[in-house]
């Protein structure tokens, strides 16, 4: 098959922001799984690697040892980059079989877990990561934004979130509700710490 172009690409990538129904956007993730990392390259998608960037960055404990959770790991693109950086413990969880499979041949991954985000609770147990990444699925007509609040929760204390979202006119309400709770969850966290003194 020819190349695809920029537009074709990205027309591929904004119905996937498509408020549909659960089982059409499962099947289009897993039909698009063989082709994702082809079609995102065409867009010279950085978030995976500015993300990974950005947690290396901030990371001051040992990387070998530092368990990370790849949330919506899809491929694997995030933890590729965090490898070359030095860590070594992944856990994925992405709703697409088709994007695990993938995942699951790069080897990256001590433990894959599929969950549909927003409908299924997260696979883990709570404060038992150093590290949680989301790249490329907090935006609207994909992840509810009260996932964000299960993250937090999968985070040990003293631990990481790293959660990109896009900047397009379209997701500014998400990204403004985004912000919104990420505000809340640290008002109740400074109002335990203070109950708990």
Known sequence: ??????????NKILSAHENAALENKLQFYNSWAENYEQDVAVLDYRAPLLAAECVASFFKGDKERAIILDVACGTGLVSAHLRRMGFCQFVGVDGSEGMLDLARKTGLYQELKQCMLGQDTLPVQNESYDIVVIVGAL??????VGVIRELWQ??????YVCMTTRGNADNQDYKTEMERMVR??????????????
């Open 1 to 10: 098959m020819a190349d695809k172009s920029f537009t074709e690409v990205k």
């Open 154 to 159: 999968a985070t040990k204390p003293g631990g």
């Open 184 to 197: 809340l969850m640290e008002e109740e966290k400074s109002a335990k710490d203070v109950l708990n003194e």
């Open 139 to 144: 935006s609207v007509g994909q992840v509810p």
